[in-house]
C-alpha cells in the first residue's frame, strides 16, 4: 500500500515546487526516478521493493502525470535540486537513489550534489552522457511502435495502441512527452556530465540490458567507467526498462548491492 503526498520544496532559483511522492513500505530507504515512462513505469519495481522491506521513495517529476512544473523548473540539474531538498525535508539517511533512462540522469545529479543524506547511487540503462560514436536514440522522432522495438527485448508485450487511450490519457502522454523534452533538450545528453561523473565518491551500481537500443551497451559501459569504482552488471535478455520487462532479474543485483553497503557503514537506520 503507498500513500500520494504533495510536498512544497524551494531552492535556490526554483520554488516554491510542489512534487507529488508516492511512500511505501519500511526499512532502507530508496530514492526510486523514473524515466520519460513516467511514475507509472516504476511503480511496480516500488512494490517489489518494498516487499523485500524498504522504504520506496517516487516522487512524480513535476510536469509528469498530469502535475504543475513551474516555468523556473526546466532542467535536470533543478530536479536533482529539488530532490535533494526533498530527502531534508523526510530527514533520511543513507538512501539508495536508483534512475532509470532520464531518471538515471537525475540520480547522477543528484549524487553530485554530495548530500549526506545519499548512501549509495543505482544508474538502470542511464541517458545523459555523450559517448562518440554511440548517440541516444533520438526518441522524439520515434513512432510508438519503434519506441517498443529499441527499449524491450520482447516488445510485443509493451506495444501501446494510442487508438485505445481515453482523451485524459492521450493528453497526460502528450504532457509527459513535452515534459520530457524541456527537462532533457533535444539530445537527451549534457556535455559536462561525463567528466562530471569522476567526483562521484558513493558506491555506484550501473546496470545495463543486453538488448537496449536507446542508449546501447558500449554507452552503458562508459557510463561506468566514468565514475570512480563503479560496478557494472548486465542484465541479459531485456533492454532499456528491465524494471518493466524482467523486474525479479533486476531486483537481485540492486537488492544485493543496496545491502552490502548499507550493512557496510555503521549506524545505519
Known amino acids: 500500500m503507498s500513500t500520494d503526498t504533495k510536498y ?3 531552492t535556490d532559483g526554483v520554488g516554491p515546487v510542489e512534487v507529488t511522492v508516492s511512500d511505501r513500505g519500511a526499512g532502507h530507504a530508496f530514492l526510486l526516478l523514473h524515466g520519460g515512462g513516467g511514475p507509472q513505469s516504476v511503480a511496480g519495481f516500488a512494490d517489489l521493493l518494498a516487499s523485500r522491506g524498504a522504504r520506496v521513495i517516487v516522487p512524480t517529476h513535476p510536469g509528469f502525470g498530469a502535475t504543475p512544473r513551474p516555468d523556473t523548473l526546466d532542467s535536470i540539474a533543478d530536479l536533482a535540486r529539488v530532490y535533494a531538498a ?3 525535508q523526510l530527514e533520511l539517511a543513507d538512501v539508495t537513489v536508483i534512475g532509470n533512462s532520464i531518471g538515471g540522469w ?3 545529479e543528484v549524487a553530485l550534489l554530495g548530500s549526506p543524506r545519499i548512501g549509495s547511487l543505482v544508474l538502470v540503462d542511464a541517458a545523459g552522457i555523450e559517448v562518440s560514436g ?6 522524439f522522432a520515434l513512432t510508438l511502435d519503434q519506441v517498443a522495438e529499441f527499449s524491450y527485448h520482447n516488445p510485443d508485450g509493451f506495444r501501446i495502441d494510442p487508438t485505445a487511450m481515453s482523451d485524459a490519457q492521450r493528453a497526460v502522454f502528450a504532457g509527459n512527452r513535452s515534459t520530457l ?3 532533457g533538450g533535444e539530445t537527451m545528453g549534457d556535455p559536462s556530465l561525463r567528466v562530471r561523473l569522476q567526483n562521484v565518491t558513493i558506491p555506484t551500481l550501473v546496470v545495463w540490458g543486453d538488448s537496449d537500443r536507446i542508449v546501447d551497451l558500449d554507452y552503458g559501459r562508459a557510463y561506468a567507467a566514468a565514475i570512480p569504482g563503479a560496478a557494472f552488471v548486465l542484465l541479459t ?3 532499456h526498462m528491465p524494471q518493466l520487462e524482467t523486474p525479479e532479474h533486476l531486483l537481485t543485483p540492486i537488492w544485493d548491492f543496496a545491502t552490502a553497503h548499507a550493512q557496510a557503514r555503521p549506524n545505519n537506520g
Do not use: E, R
Request: proline share 5%; no cysteine; net charge negative.
Open 106 to 108: 537525475i540520480a547522477s
Open 8 to 10: 512544497s520544496l524551494t
Open 86 to 88: 526533498l530527502l531534508d
Open 134 to 139: 554511440h548517440p541516444i536514440v533520438d526518441f
Open 181 to 183: 523534452a524541456v527537462y
Open 237 to 239: 535478455d531485456t533492454g
